[in-house]
């Protein structure tokens, strides 16, 4: 057993008992953890208000064997999430943002550029940024890193580069979009305009999604709705934070 370090981002309390808590964090340096933090719920513990959910915290960590769950140690606040007091649509949207990672992740799997992913993405939400902005590029970047982005120039089928002058076709099940000839007899196929098809690139690049915004309020319905439909498919469940807000 080795004591380390990480900085991590807390993903899910768990009450263990009246002084302890089972905590999961997604870490720089280690990926997903889950570590028993005993006495973290007294009211002078080694973790102070460190573990919040959305909070960013340094931690000090026992790494047991792969079958057994960790020990957390020490917890230190660096940055708290705020946003809560003043806009539940930046809470509800950062509780999506952990139910993806932890769905979408394994335990004990690294990704640094996910976690950088997901720290930007609390931080933005914790600003004044556009929120539904925000969900979409983290959702497409997420799936990026985690070798999941749907095909949003070629042909998922042929590989043909897919243009068009009016829509788009995208298979929910194939994994993005269709040419005319390949969408035929396809199922699950939805049907995007030209500015949502255009707006799901740029977002999914990380030089031009950085200054983006929605001018369009439909294309950005259209969008939201092709991205619950895909992310439910990837999960094989709908996500339960849709429900909080407000997605059909």
Same mark, same amino acid.
């Given at each position: 057993?080795?004591?380390?370090?990480?900085?991590?981002?807390?993903?899910?309390?768990?009450?263990?008992?009246?002084?302890?808590?089972?905590?999961?964090?997604?870490?720089?340096?280690?990926?997903?953890?889950?570590?028993?933090?005993?006495?973290?719920?007294?009211?002078?513990?080694?973790?102070?208000? =460190? /573990? +919040?959910?959305?909070?960013?915290?340094?931690? %000090?960590?026992? @790494?047991?064997?792969?079958? $057994?769950?960790? *020990? &957390?140690?020490?917890?230190?606040?660096?940055?708290?999430?705020?946003a809560a007091r003043r806009d539940l649509s930046r809470l509800y949207g950062g509780y999506y943002v952990l139910e993806l990672i932890d769905a979408l992740t394994d335990q004990r799997d690294p990704n640094p550029s996910l976690?950088?992913?997901?720290?930007?993405?609390?931080? =933005? /939400? +914790?600003?004044?940024?556009?929120?539904?902005? %925000?969900?979409? @590029?983290?959702?497409?970047? $997420?799936?990026? *890193? &985690?070798?999941?982005?749907?095909?949003?120039?070629?042909?998922?089928?042929?590989?043909?580069?897919?243009?068009?002058?009016?829509?788009?076709?995208?298979?929910?099940?194939?994994?993005?979009?269709?040419?005319?000839?390949?969408?035929?007899?396809?199922?699950?196929?939805?049907?995007?305009?030209?500015?949502?098809?255009?707006?799901i690139r740029q977002l999914s690049n990380e030089r031009s999604a950085a200054g983006f915004h929605f001018s369009n309020p439909n294309v950005q319905g259209e969008l939201r709705g092709l991205m619950n439909h895909y992310m439910?498919?990837?999960?094989?469940?709908?996500?339960?934070?849709?429900?909080?807000?407000?997605?059909?």
């Amino acid at each position: 057993m080795s004591s380390e370090k990480t900085t991590a981002i807390v993903l899910r309390l768990i009450p263990f008992s009246e002084s302890s808590y089972v905590v999961t964090l997604y870490s720089e340096d280690f990926g997903k953890i889950t570590g028993m933090a005993k006495g973290a719920r007294r009211a002078k513990s080694a973790f102070a208000s =460190a /573990l +919040d959910l959305l909070s960013v915290c340094r931690i %000090v960590f026992i @790494r047991k064997s792969s079958d $057994a769950m960790d *020990l &957390l140690t020490e917890a230190a606040l660096e940055q708290p999430f705020r946003a809560a007091r003043r806009d539940l649509s930046r809470l509800y949207g950062g509780y999506y943002v952990l139910e993806l990672i932890d769905a979408l992740t394994d335990q004990r799997d690294p990704n640094p550029s996910l976690f950088r992913t997901l720290q930007e993405t609390v931080k =933005a /939400l +914790d600003s004044n940024a556009n929120v539904n902005s %925000v969900l979409v @590029r983290f959702e497409l970047n $997420a799936l990026k *890193l &985690l070798g999941q982005l749907p095909s949003l120039y070629d042909c998922v089928e042929c590989g043909d580069r897919v243009n068009s002058n009016t829509r788009v076709a995208f298979g929910q099940t194939s994994g993005g979009v269709l040419c005319e000839r390949c969408k035929i007899g396809k199922r699950h196929v939805v049907s995007l305009s030209l500015e949502a098809i255009e707006a799901i690139r740029q977002l999914s690049n990380e030089r031009s999604a950085a200054g983006f915004h929605f001018s369009n309020p439909n294309v950005q319905g259209e969008l939201r709705g092709l991205m619950n439909h895909y992310m439910s498919h990837l999960l094989g469940r709908r996500p339960r934070m849709f429900s909080f807000m407000g997605f059909p």
